[in-house]
């Protein structure tokens, strides 16, 4: 990995690009105001959708890329990322986990044009555009399968202080630093042993303000999610829903898993039985793991059994 | 001897720690809500509490390092990049 030095005579020059993603990252980083001016002084922003007009990719040192490779023109955009900067970084959760967009993996390509476009009952058309759309592909894909990253700051968004800090690490020629807390560990709710014996959902009463979610019978993604975000939610009064991706037990070891882990808590907290948990998780898998399944850390884990979990979920249903 | 660091501010009071450690190194402060290392001699290095820990609020030091039967290893050599 190309370390950077930066010196008063010589800005260190950054590249950023966007592919299949909801803009949050890069509009975090706008919304930081006259704060990014201070940042200005020592980097120059080059390629940058939201904030100059460069369309071609000139040479920079620093690439920041966010989104998932979902069409032809991201893998195109990402090759070109690749090809102007000497250090690639993966920027926010859809550029290391494929993200919300990722979630695009447990649905055909046929079935997904169908619900936006075909039989979508808010809109007149009913047709796919055909004119001025870059081709989608099969299926969603994390960044680093098409080209090659050099560091990764998962967070949706990460929140700007982390971006910065990535950025200094970069720029003092630091190693990087993983840090192995979690959501919980900058969540202020007090984690009690109730005899709370039924999980609620989300919208189920008024949750106490100063005692952890799992207590209350809530679940909450806190303690299996990497912080990267300053614990908002649960400050704001609601469950954290992993939006930063797992923690590295959870990525690095095939038998840990984002539903065991949280009802190995849970369970211990309350009265409720750890396989209702677990259930309960399985039951709603397609938001609880919404973020990271198009990874294969956690889409191939072998107890990653999302297709039976639908199947189940969408049984009750009928 | 193994050092064991507990990060305060990121504890959130569970107990989990002391429910799980096989040696009882720890107790807890009830005033504060936060579990506190008190026999560090004791500890096996057997990193449980470490994987519990709802935070990650643990940091163990002089500790031998066993490694696990199944591990990614494709995902751990990403891991040093993470920010
Ligand atoms: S990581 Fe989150 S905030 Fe960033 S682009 Fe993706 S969805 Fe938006
Ligand atoms: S599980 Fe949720 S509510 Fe409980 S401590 Fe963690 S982040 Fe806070
Ligand atoms: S959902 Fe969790 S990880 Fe995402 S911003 Fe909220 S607290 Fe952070
Ligand atoms: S397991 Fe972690 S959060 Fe819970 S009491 Fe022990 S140190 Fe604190
Ligand atoms: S590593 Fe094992 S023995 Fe040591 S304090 Fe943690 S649980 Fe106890």
Known sequence: MAHTHTSKTDPVTINTEWLSDCSGCHVAIVDMHEKLLNVLETVQILHCPVLTDIKDYPKAKIGLVSGAIRTEHDRHAAEEMRKSCDVIIAWGTCAVYG??????????????????????????????????????????????????VDLYLPGCPPHPAFVFDALLTLLEGRAPKATKETVCARCTRTMKRTGVTKIKKNFDGVPERDVCFLSQGYICLGSVTLDRCMSPCPANGTMCTGCAGATMQILTEPNRDIRTEVADRMSRMTSINRDEIISEIEYSAKSHYSYTMAAKM?????????NKWIANTEAEYE | MIHITIHDKACRGCQLCLDICPTNVFTFDAAAAKATVAHEEDC?????????????????EEHRIVKNFYRDCEFLSRMEKFL
């Open chain 2, 44 to 60: 096996i290095g057997c990193l449980s509490c470490s994987y519990l820990c709802p935070s990650g609020a643990f940091r163990h």
């Open chain 1, 298 to 306: 956690i889409g191939k884990k072998p107890t990653f059994l999302i």
């Open chain 1, 99 to 148: 993200g919300i967009a990722g979630a695009g993996i447990v649905h055909t390509q046929e079935e997904i044009f169908d619900t936006v476009y075909g039989n979508n009952k808010t809109t007149i058309t009913h047709a796919a555009p055909s004119a001025e759309i870059s081709p989608f592909e099969q299926v969603v894909t994390p960044i680093d399968e098409v080209i090659g």
